[in-house]
């Protein structure tokens, strides 16, 4: 179970906007780079200013945002006749642009460093290639859990928003990064698991 489970009543609620962007001519790819472009310049702007915690506040703000691009994008592609093997590609590739963005600046943040936060974008990157694995291998994408890409955003949501107001992290959480890896590890052996049990 993972939030992505609640991604049904998120579309509910924007499907009026949705329709709203389909009449004035806004694609689904169009949609799904600006998210992209977006994470990136969050991401740096966090990253050239991380000394000032309270940058950090950015990353919830985007995470929410960026989550009702997504989807749009694909709402706009199923709904409205967008859909596209460009469309296919933009929406994977622009995803692991965004993370790695997104991610990336908490390596600057105490008492988290570069190898553990480099490990959890490896991993991430690799639970989402396990998914489209499902796909490419006859089955479905898989976005079983435990730490989904949703996950990912409350929790990197969460840890900017706890930053971004001044207060300092536990000694606990240093813990936090090598915690997210292991429940990575989880997360692509379950798409593995889940894809080839479809498959077989």
């Given at each position: 179970?993972?939030?992505?489970?609640?991604?049904?009543?998120?579309?509910?609620?924007?499907?009026?906007?949705?329709?709203?962007?389909?009449?004035?001519?806004?694609?689904?790819?169009?949609?799904?780079?600006?998210?992209?472009?977006?994470?990136?310049?969050?991401?740096?702007?966090?990253?050239?200013?991380?000394?000032?915690?309270?940058?950090?506040?950015?990353?919830?703000?985007?995470?929410?945002?960026?989550?009702?691009l997504n989807?749009?994008?694909?709402?706009?592609?199923?709904?409205?006749?967008?859909?596209?093997?460009?469309?296919?590609?933009?929406?994977?590739?622009?995803?692991?642009?965004?993370?790695?963005?997104?991610?990336?600046?908490?390596?600057?943040?105490?008492?988290?460093?570069?190898?553990?936060?480099?490990?959890?974008?490896?991993?991430?990157?690799?639970?989402?290639?396990?998914?489209?694995?499902?796909?490419?291998?006859?089955?479905?994408?898989?976005?079983?859990?435990?730490?989904?890409?949703?996950?990912?955003?409350?929790?990197?949501?969460?840890?900017?928003?706890?930053?971004?107001?001044?207060?300092?992290?536990?000694?606990?959480?240093?813990?936090l990064m090598?915690?997210?890896?292991?429940?990575?590890?989880?997360?692509?052996?379950?798409?593995?698991?889940?894809?080839?049990?479809?498959?077989?």
């Open positions: 179970m993972t939030l992505y489970a609640l991604k049904p009543k998120f579309q509910t609620l924007l499907r009026p906007w949705v329709r709203l962007l389909a009449q004035a001519g806004v694609t689904a790819n169009q949609v799904t780079c600006a998210a992209a472009i977006g994470s990136v310049a969050v991401g740096a702007a966090v990253a050239w200013s991380a000394r000032h915690t309270t940058v950090f506040l950015l990353v919830p703000v985007w995470m929410l945002l960026r989550m009702a989807a749009v994008d694909g709402m706009l592609a199923r709904e409205f006749g967008q859909q596209s093997r460009l469309g296919a590609y933009l929406n994977e590739l622009c995803d692991a642009v965004s993370d790695a963005a997104l991610y990336a600046p908490f390596a600057l943040l105490p008492p988290f460093g570069p190898a553990g936060v480099c490990l959890v974008v490896l991993l991430a990157q690799t639970s989402e290639y396990a998914g489209v694995l499902g796909a490419a291998t006859g089955g479905q994408r898989r976005y079983d859990g435990p730490l989904g890409k949703s996950d990912r955003a409350l929790i990197f949501g969460a840890l900017g928003a706890w930053a971004g107001v001044g207060l300092p992290l536990p000694p606990w959480a240093a813990w090598p915690l997210l890896a292991t429940l990575l590890v989880v997360t692509t052996v379950n798409r593995v698991r889940v894809g080839l049990r479809d498959t077989g």
